[in-house]
């Protein structure tokens, strides 16, 4: 059984960084695709990045963070990551990792929430002006 753990979170000003960490352990992750996704107060959990575990480590992102957030990973640290760049008030939220098993030849396909298997508790961004 995969177990993700989430750090980095914290209290930024707009326009600042941060960069989110999500800790894998368990069995070997080969094949799967690692998320991040987001969930504000009174609102859905919505589909942030994408990462496949293996091979070219192929991407994909929710065009609100394009350009500002870089999704990669340490395969030799089972540890996905999260730079999150030029920060907003609206990226305030609760982020969580997740891991999906199933392989989607259309990274695209990673965009929802049931693809995923196993979450993080999630870590809280809090953006202030």
């Known amino acids: 059984q995969v177990q993700l753990v989430e750090s980095g979170g914290g209290l930024v000003q707009a326009g600042g960084s941060l960069r989110l960490s999500c800790a894998a352990s368990g069995p070997t992750f080969s094949g799967y695709a690692m998320g991040w996704f987001r969930q504000a107060p009174g609102k859905e959990r919505e589909f942030v990045a994408v990462?496949?575990?293996?091979?070219?480590?192929?991407?994909y992102y929710a065009d609100f963070v394009k350009g500002r957030f870089t999704i990669s990973r340490d395969n030799a640290k089972n540890t996905v990551y999260l730079q999150m760049n030029s920060l907003k008030l609206e990226d305030t939220a609760v982020y969580y990792c997740a891991a999906s098993r199933t392989y989607y030849a259309l990274i695209a396909s990673y965009t929802g929430p049931p693809k995923y298997h196993t979450w993080g508790q999630g870590t809280q961004v809090t953006v202030s002006s």
């Open positions: 990462i496949r575990w293996s091979g070219g480590g192929g991407t």
